[in-house]
């Protein structure tokens, strides 16, 4: 019976998972190897979607994930970290026709999308300059929205604690003792050895480095991303917004969090490890956001994050139990953001002995 459990990691994934043990009468440890939301939780861009997402069964995960956020944040009073404001999304010339097919292959789905003229957008957006949009092919996904993750994990945890769990900060797991074909206790770099009778790897970019404690392979293809974070200022960014050349959205208190693909890679680690990114991409970003809503051009650059996305070998979460170490689960994926609090429920019923073949199916660990 399992009666103990430990998870590793503290970021969406796992504070999702410690609350749904929590809500199901397991008794939990948690352990992190800094604080809360440290890790690429606290350096994502957040959006809730299923915008293209392939498979099927993917996008369908993702729609469900949609909804249990929506779920949560009607039962919790004061739920600020979840903003279901839509997205706009419009293409240069190149890219037009790979936005319409993604269009249609969500309606096709029967995903809510549809496409609006620069008019119907502006009255949704007043603030965005009429010359930056086309005179039409705006897609429009309304259910989409943003959430504040920090905020989530610290809901998520705080309702954990209170329901007994207990949360390790600043003491990373350093290995796992296993014996009879189970894993027994997990080691922490303090000294202390946690006895479990179940273990949940939710440790994001590092999760491959846990799955090795346990004698096991994860092929992982993280990348970097780079988020600016604006000062406030007053212009009025409602929803998601992704435009050719950048991406942006409210970051509450009237701050922006601006992303662009383009300067993903202007991210650099030096050779003692620190992790910067180059000015000019930075003032890039904001220039071509200042394009956009001409009123940015009143915001500095408050801070500048850069976010590791873990990202399993093939791409898809990660999930559910290791049929050849039953008792060590996987809780891991890319689009964490969107996927953690119904993934990590699943996987949270599949520790405490509920049968989720059907619904993991896809996406175990042994497809590798
Ligand atoms: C630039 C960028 C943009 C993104 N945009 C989106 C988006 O728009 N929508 C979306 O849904 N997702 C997005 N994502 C992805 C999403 O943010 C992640 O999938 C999600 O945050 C992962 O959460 P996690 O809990 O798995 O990992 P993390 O938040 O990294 O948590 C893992 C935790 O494990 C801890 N840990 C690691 N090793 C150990 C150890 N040995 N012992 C103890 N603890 C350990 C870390 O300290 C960390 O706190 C984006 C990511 C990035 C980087």
Redesign the pocket.
């Known amino acids: 019976m399992v009666e103990h459990v430990v998870v ?7 504070a999702a998972v410690t609350a749904s043990l929590t809500r199901r009468g397991a008794r939990v440890t948690v ?4 604080a ?14 299923s915008c293209g997402k392939q498979p099927r069964i993917y996008h369908d995960l993702s729609v469900a994930s949609m909804r249990a956020h929506r779920r949560l944040a009607a039962e919790v009073p004061f739920s600020d970290w979840y903003h279901e404001g839509g997205n706009l999304e419009w293409a240069d010339d190149d890219e037009r026709e790979e936005l319409r097919k993604k269009v249609a292959g969500v309606l096709d789905y029967g995903y809510e999308a549809r496409w609006l003229s620069r008019a119907e957008a502006l009255s949704l957006e007043p603030d965005l300059d009429p010359a930056a949009l086309p005179a039409d092919g705006i897609a429009y996904f309304p259910r989409e929205g943003w959430i504040d ?1 920090t905020r989530l994990i610290g809901h998520l945890l705080s309702s954990a604690v209170s329901r007994g769990a207990e949360l390790v900060r600043d ?4 290995g796992l003792e296993s014996a009879a074909g189970l894993v027994r206790a997990v080691r922490l770099a303090s000294g202390r050895q946690l006895a479990a009778d179940a273990v949940v790897n ?6 491959a ?2 799955a090795e404690f346990a004698g096991l392979v994860l092929p992982m293809r993280n990348t ?4 600016i974070h604006t000062s406030p200022v007053a212009v009025s960014v409602s929803r998601v917004i992704h435009a050719p050349h950048v991406h942006l959205r409210p970051d509450g208190a009237g701050r922006l969090l601006l ?1 662009s693909p383009e300067t ?1 890679g202007a991210a650099y680690v030096t050779a003692t490890g620190e992790v910067g990114v180059e000015r000019s991409a930075v003032t890039g970003v904001l220039e071509a956001a200042s394009a956009l809503y001409p009123g940015i051009r009143a915001a500095a650059v408050e801070g500048v994050r850069v ?4 990202i399993p070998g093939d791409g898809l979460p990660v999930l559910g139990r290791a049929v050849e170490l039953p008792n060590f689960h996987f ?10 609090v119904h993934a990590g429920d699943l996987v949270a019923a599949e520790v405490l002995g509920e049968d989720l073949g059907e619904a993991l199916a896809a996406f175990r660990f042994e497809r590798f």
């Open positions: 590793i990691g503290a970021g969406v994934y796992g352990v992190d190897a800094g809360p939301a440290s890790g690429t939780s606290g350096a994502t861009f957040s959006w809730t979607n993750p003491d990373p797991v350093t939710c440790a994001g970019p590092q999760a480095g846990i970097r991303g780079v988020l992303h993903d976010g590791e996305r873990p809780a891991v994926s890319h689009s964490g953001a969107t996927l953690s």
